[in-house]
């Protein structure tokens, strides 16, 4: 974001990250700049644990960007929180990154050859490296230049000096906005759920192969690269990623969910007596399915909320307990019941068969578990860390493998078609973890942790 006084910019970046909270919990940090000196302060941790205003405090400045980690390239360290700082020829860059890199390894290979060192096992570092070794007379310049070699999924904010640059790739697999804030200046986050949390208007997307300039009042829109002739929005983003409140390709997510329940629900119905959710992702769904079904929807499981990712390691007979340490179960909803349990996907299968125990241990006397989305069969190289093909349950398993496995009456995937009717799109979107379709190509051997190698 950037700001013509910084009045409160930090704070500001600060709840903007909490309302993004959802899209990673590893790490969270921080950059700003006052027009001349960049300050930075990043840990690993959830944004309310890195951040307090003593911390906050210092962070003073005109422009900011901010990152919480989810990471697809590099394991969970504290090496590879993001933003990346580094100093330059031409003045301080910070980049933070959403996406994934698909030829991060090439990049990184023809760093090293021209002797540049590398601290991180991060894409994004090799991101940053590049943009600071670009010739040019100006970012805007040495931008240009870089964005071609970059393949895959990128998202970027990118702080310089006096500026603030937001960039999407010209596939357009993650979402990226950009709003004008109340006070003066403007905004861009992930969501638009953050932007609306900030009190953003005229909201609108940073378009494929866009370079968005933010510079306090004044915002510059350059169409840097063609955009793809084939568009590759992802759709787990309508599935699971994206936030409920929040705006993707023109729709709400909320409205887009409901719409996957009520394709779920003519594709499969079930025999039941009571539809219930797996909270909270799955809760639009649940409710367009029983209203297309003409079943009763009602809360079955009861999610802890504050327990997220910790970092408080628990106890073995509580890691035995697995899902009932985040959920439980109404057994005066579910006892004597034939239950529809509505879940958003399933990709390694180690949640599901506990729920569904779950839930039959408080009585219900059948479970129909209904999935909004078709199996996940390929891994993603485009930032969803559902690991590697092999992980994939339903890669090794088939329909009543599966359902044997979990333990559930019956089992139902949403068909692609189906979800694409949901969405409302025929094309545009990227599917490659239903279909194996991989939009831009991916390569051969390239893991989560393949740099981690020779930095442990």
Request: hydrophobic content about 40%; charged content about 20%.
């Given at each position: 974001?950037?700001?013509?006084?910084?009045?409160?910019?930090?704070?500001?970046?600060?709840?903007?990250?909490?309302?993004?909270?959802?899209?990673?919990?590893?790490?969270?940090?921080?950059?700003?700049?006052?027009?001349?000196?960049?300050?930075?302060?990043?840990?690993?941790?959830?944004?309310?644990?890195?951040?307090?205003?003593?911390?906050?405090?210092?962070?003073?400045?005109?422009?900011?960007?901010?990152?919480?980690?989810?990471?697809?390239?590099?394991?969970?360290?504290?090496?590879?929180?993001?933003?990346?700082?580094?100093?330059?020829?031409?003045?301080?860059?910070?980049?933070?990154?959403?996406?994934?890199?698909?030829?991060?390894?090439?990049?990184?290979?023809?760093?090293?050859?021209?002797?540049?060192?590398?601290?991180?096992?991060?894409?994004?570092?090799?991101?940053?490296?590049?943009?600071?070794?670009?010739?040019?007379?100006?970012?805007?310049?040495?931008?240009?230049?870089?964005?071609?070699?970059?393949?895959?999924?990128?998202?970027?904010?990118?702080?310089?000096?006096?500026?603030?640059?937001?960039?999407?790739?010209?596939?357009?697999?993650?979402?990226?906005?950009?709003?004008?804030?109340?006070?003066?200046?403007?905004?861009?986050?992930?969501?638009?759920?953050?932007?609306?949390?900030?009190?953003?208007?005229?909201?609108?997307?940073?378009?494929?192969?866009?370079?968005?300039?933010?510079?306090?009042?004044?915002?510059?829109?350059?169409?840097?690269?063609?955009?793809?002739?084939?568009?590759?929005?992802?759709?787990?983003?309508?599935?699971?990623?994206?936030?409920?409140?929040?705006?993707?390709?023109?729709?709400?997510?909320?409205?887009?969910?409901?719409?996957?329940?009520?394709?779920?629900?003519?594709?499969h119905p079930a025999e039941a007596d009571i539809v219930i959710?797996?909270?909270?992702?799955?809760?639009?769904?649940?409710?367009?399915?029983?209203?297309?079904?003409?079943?009763?929807?009602?809360?079955?499981?009861?999610?802890?909320?504050?327990?997220?990712?910790?970092?408080?390691?628990?106890?073995?007979?509580?890691?035995?307990?697995?899902?009932?340490?985040?959920?439980?179960?109404?057994?005066?909803?579910?006892?004597?019941?034939?239950?529809v349990m509505i879940d958003d996907s399933l990709v390694r299968?180690?949640?599901?068969?506990?729920?569904?125990?779950?839930?039959?241990?408080?009585?219900?006397?059948?479970?129909?578990?209904?999935?909004?989305?078709?199996?996940?069969?390929?891994?993603?190289?485009?930032?969803?860390?559902?690991?590697?093909?092999?992980?994939?349950?339903?890669?090794?398993?088939?329909?009543?493998?599966?359902?044997?496995?979990?333990?559930?009456?019956?089992?139902?995937?949403?068909?692609?078609?189906?979800?694409?009717?949901?969405?409302?799109?025929?094309?545009?979107?990227?599917?490659?973890?239903?279909?194996?379709?991989?939009?831009?190509?991916?390569?051969?051997?390239?893991?989560?942790?393949?740099?981690?190698?020779?930095?442990?």
């Open positions: 974001m950037s700001t013509p006084t910084g009045d409160g910019l930090a704070q500001l970046c600060f709840f903007g990250l909490f309302s993004l909270q959802h899209r990673g919990q590893e790490a969270a940090g921080i950059a700003v700049s006052d027009g001349q000196r960049a300050r930075l302060h990043k840990e690993s941790g959830m944004v309310s644990q890195v951040f307090t205003p003593e911390v906050l405090a210092p962070l003073t400045g005109y422009h900011a960007i901010g990152h919480t980690r989810y990471s697809t390239t590099g394991g969970n360290s504290s090496r590879n929180a993001q933003p990346f700082l580094v100093e330059t020829m031409s003045g301080p860059l910070a980049v933070a990154h959403n996406g994934n890199l698909v030829n991060a390894m090439a990049l990184r290979d023809e760093l090293l050859a021209r002797g540049f060192a590398l601290t991180a096992s991060s894409d994004t570092e090799v991101i940053t490296l590049m943009l600071a070794a670009a010739g040019g007379k100006t970012w805007e310049e040495r931008l240009e230049r870089s964005l071609p070699a970059w393949k895959g999924a990128y998202s970027l904010v990118i702080l310089v000096a006096d500026r603030v640059f937001a960039v999407r790739d010209p596939w357009g697999f993650r979402p990226l906005s950009v709003g004008r804030l109340p006070g003066g200046g403007h905004a861009v986050a992930s969501e638009t759920c953050a932007l609306e949390t900030l009190g953003c208007t005229e909201i609108s997307e940073v378009e494929p192969g866009e370079i968005v300039t933010l510079q306090g009042e004044h915002l510059h829109r350059r169409q840097a690269m063609q955009p793809a002739p084939k568009q590759a929005r992802c759709a787990f983003e309508f599935v699971y990623f994206s936030r409920p409140d929040s705006t993707w390709d023109g729709q709400g997510v909320h409205a887009v969910r409901q719409r996957l329940g009520e394709e779920l629900a003519l594709e959710p797996v909270p909270d992702s799955s809760i639009p769904a649940a409710v367009g399915f029983a209203r297309v079904s003409g079943l009763p929807y009602n809360d079955g499981l009861i999610k802890n909320r504050y327990i997220g990712r910790t970092f408080i390691e628990p106890t073995q007979s509580m890691r035995e307990r697995g899902v009932a340490i985040k959920f439980n179960a109404l057994a005066s909803n579910l006892s004597g019941r034939r239950v299968g180690t949640t599901a068969g506990p729920l569904v125990r779950l839930v039959r241990d408080a009585g219900a006397t059948e479970v129909h578990l209904r999935l909004t989305c078709p199996p996940i069969v390929n891994a993603c190289h485009y930032g969803v860390d559902m690991g590697h093909n092999e992980d994939l349950i339903a890669a090794r398993l088939d329909l009543e493998q599966l359902r044997l496995h979990i333990g559930c009456d019956s089992i139902g995937f949403l068909s692609e078609p189906g979800m694409m009717r949901a969405i409302g799109r025929t094309d545009g979107y990227c599917t490659a973890c239903f279909s194996g379709s991989y939009p831009v190509p991916v390569g051969i051997g390239m893991t989560k942790t393949a740099f981690e190698g020779t930095i442990a």
